[in-house]
């Protein structure tokens, strides 16, 4: 497809918003310290979700070597350059950088994946996120599972993090671990800073299941980790049709899980919505009639 | 570098030792079992001499020969308490630092002497999270939120913990075998008092989930509803 690479700007992206003028660029984590729970597909949903709202938003793939983010945000034919690329000094950020070619506000920050974790050298990350500051005012980063050097890393510089939680006991005791790892340390931590803001998502849920008993309920979760809830995305079918098909979620409108990204992004940027998708769906008359919507 | 620098305050957590249980022969035997048992936190510990009650200690050189006892034991003298004028005299000519309050000082109201500086406790607020540990060295800790699986409590006196224990919780670590576990909600992982441990599988399952009290009572561990 030749008509893609026009997309991609070798010039400076646009003047900075809100950015770093304003002190206003902020760096989101997306971690939950066990791997599977949804990082990569929450990464991608929200960084769309606050460029719908209008806000210039970057995501950054942090997992070295397993190399995903591209392929959930369909640019996976586009990458030239890498991270990796640009914290060695090979590239500079903006032949980096991926403009989504659904949203103007949209950019895809692809990683190496043939090389590994110990390429993510502290010193050029910061450089970088310097960098990025100055053109965006969010800065998504896509936390690799663990809690190594990749894993650290990826938090080191968060102002927010977003804990992706599975309704179950592993996933709850590794998202427990890694809010210890934000609150000791992060950069902030490191620096006697306000701690990073940690919220929790609670994904892949299932209110039938849970109401028989087999995946913790949203209070439980909420009880064993004491942190603010963020938002609640029920276990649905469009959420692997979009990573197949390399569109994040919230593009989707008539997606359940579409709707409660919708409605985490907006209680992030700090308005009152109500959770939604936490009962057993009632089997609609019409739609057992006519099969599925 | 600005004056005001030269001379700073300083808080310090020192042994006292009552003078008149230097006569007690045992005692010597008994320290050095004391001290056995957490070696690192007696070694080269300063030690304040409590003269209340002892009429003796009026020559520097008695001084001397308690410097000398303490020091077989990793002990260092630094001080005395609740001392006379003349035993004072005989301590500063020992090279020894005069600690508040003495009889000179000491207004005569009966045994109004200051109780010797209790441990500090170590209280925590934020929740402790799986695969954190804290260690509450010589005193208690107290934790006011949950403390989650994986995490860890260690402390030398009790532990208290106001919200769900959940992680592990080791008191008397340096072998105080009257020290106590305390929390709101026993859901633990492992208690543990001067090395005597329950893991959560031997705990009495009409025990989970209620306040809970554990101690060490004839050598066992023995948790009681609180």
């Known amino acids: 497809m030749g008509a893609e690479t026009d997309l991609r700007e070798d010039k400076p992206i646009g003047p900075a918003k809100a950015g770093r003028e304003a002190g206003l660029a902020k760096v989101i984590v997306i971690t939950s310290g066990k791997g599977g729970v949804g990082k990569t597909t929450t990464s991608a949903a929200f960084a769309a979700g606050l460029a719908l709202r209008g806000h210039k938003t970057v995501v950054i793939d942090f997992d070295v070597g397993l190399r995903n983010l591209d392929l959930v945000m369909g640019c996976e034919r586009r990458v030239v350059f890498d991270f990796i690329n640009v914290i060695n000094g090979d590239a500079n950020l903006n032949q980096a950088l991926i403009k989504d070619k659904r949203h103007d506000n949209l950019f895809i920050f692809p990683t190496s994946q043939t090389r590994d974790k110990n390429a993510l050298k502290r010193e050029g990350v910061e450089r970088v996120m310097e960098e990025l500051k100055q053109q965006f005012e969010y800065i998504i980063c896509d936390s690799p599972a663990g809690i190594e050097h990749g894993a650290i890393t990826a938090l080191y510089f968060a102002d927010s993090a977003i804990i992706v939680t599975n309704p179950e006991v592993s996933s709850v005791r590794d998202s427990d671990r890694i809010i210890g790892i934000l609150a000791s340390r992060s950069r902030r931590a490191e620096r006697n800073e306000s701690p990073v803001d940690v919220h929790l998502l609670l994904t892949r849920y299932d209110p039938a299941r849970v109401a028989k008993g087999e995946m913790l309920a949203v209070e439980d979760v909420k009880e064993i980790l004491s942190i603010p809830l963020l938002g609640v995305i029920p276990e649905s079918e469009s959420v692997l049709r979009a990573s197949n098909t390399g569109t994040p979620v919230v593009f989707d409108e008539n997606s359940p899980a579409g709707r409660a990204y919708v409605d985490a992004v907006a209680r992030f940027l700090g308005e009152q919505r109500e959770m939604r998708f936490l009962k057993p769906e009632r089997r609609n008359f019409f739609r057992a009639l006519f099969g599925r919507a | ?226």
């Not at chain 2, 859901?187 to 543990?192: K, R, Y």
């Not at chain 2, 989930?209 to 948790?223: E, G, K, N, R, Y």
Request: proline share 6%; charged share 20%; net charge neutral.
């Open chain 2, 1 to 226: 570098m600005a004056a005001g620098n030269l001379v700073q305050g300083a808080l310090f957590t020192v042994m006292v030792v009552r003078a008149a249980m230097l006569r007690d022969p045992g005692f010597a035997d008994e320290l050095a079992q004391q001290i056995k048992r957490s070696p690192r936190f007696f070694q080269s510990a300063p030690v304040v001499l409590d003269l209340r009650g002892v009429e003796n200690f009026t020559e520097a050189e008695e001084f001397e020969r308690v410097r000398d006892r303490l020091g077989a034991l990793t002990l260092t003298i630094v001080g005395v308490q609740n001392a006379q004028p003349a035993q004072l005299e005989a301590a500063t000519a020992a090279g020894l630092a005069s600690f508040a309050p003495n009889a000179s000082t000491q207004p005569r109201a009966g045994s109004s002497a200051a109780p010797p500086a209790a441990p500090r406790a170590r209280l925590v607020t934020e929740p402790v999270r799986s695969g954190t540990q804290i260690y509450a060295r010589g005193g208690d800790l107290i934790v006011t939120a949950a403390v989650s699986p994986g995490a860890e409590l260690i402390a030398d006196g009790n532990i208290h913990v106001y919200g769900v224990l959940r992680g592990r919780a080791l008191a008397g670590a340096g072998g105080d075998t009257t020290a106590r576990i305390f929390c709101t909600r026993l859901e633990a992982e492992l208690v543990s008092i001067a090395g005597r441990y329950l893991v959560s599988e031997h705990l009495p399952p009409e025990t989970r989930s209620f306040p809970m009290q554990i101690a060490l009572v004839d050598d066992q561990l023995t948790i009681t509803r609180n």
